[in-house]
């Protein structure tokens, strides 16, 4: 059973910084991709990040480029989401997954096979 823990959520104001980790155990992520989820009350679970298993590649959503950066560090077995420049419709619970690949259908959520219990972060003055 993969497993997945997510951290570093919490409070911050408009226009601040965090930095979210997803650590994995049980297995090494250098066989699987890791990607970043959010949900908001009321929403649909979005995709905003990914990164394969070698890092040498990453996507970004739209509504998070120029402003998130994932980054991955296999000795740790822990990827990264540093959030800068945030905002209150970022405010969501956040996702980490494992799935295989990190490529053109990477923000679909059903090709992740294995999730994080999620953690919150409220964008907010």
């Known amino acids: 059973q993969l497993q997945l823990v997510e951290s570093g959520g919490g409070l911050v104001q408009p226009r601040g910084s965090l930095r979210l980790s997803c650590t994995a155990s049980?297995?090494?992520?250098?066989?699987?991709?890791i990607g970043w989820f959010r949900q908001a009350p009321g929403k649909e679970r979005e995709g905003i990040s990914c990164?394969?298993?070698?890092?040498?590649?990453?996507n970004y959503a739209d509504s998070v480029k120029g402003r998130f950066t994932i980054s991955g560090d296999n000795a740790k077995n822990t990827v990264y989401l540093q959030m800068n420049s945030l905002k209150p419709e970022d405010t969501a619970v956040y996702y980490c997954?494992?799935?295989?690949?990190?490529?053109?259908?990477?923000?679909?959520?059903?090709?992740?096979?294995?999730w994080g219990q999620g953690t919150q972060v409220t964008v907010s003055s």
């Open positions: 997954a494992a799935g295989p690949r990190c490529g053109s259908s990477w923000s679909n959520r059903y090709q992740y096979r294995s």
């Open positions: 049980r297995f090494t992520l250098d066989y699987y991709a």
């Open positions: 990164i394969s298993s070698g890092g040498g590649t990453t």
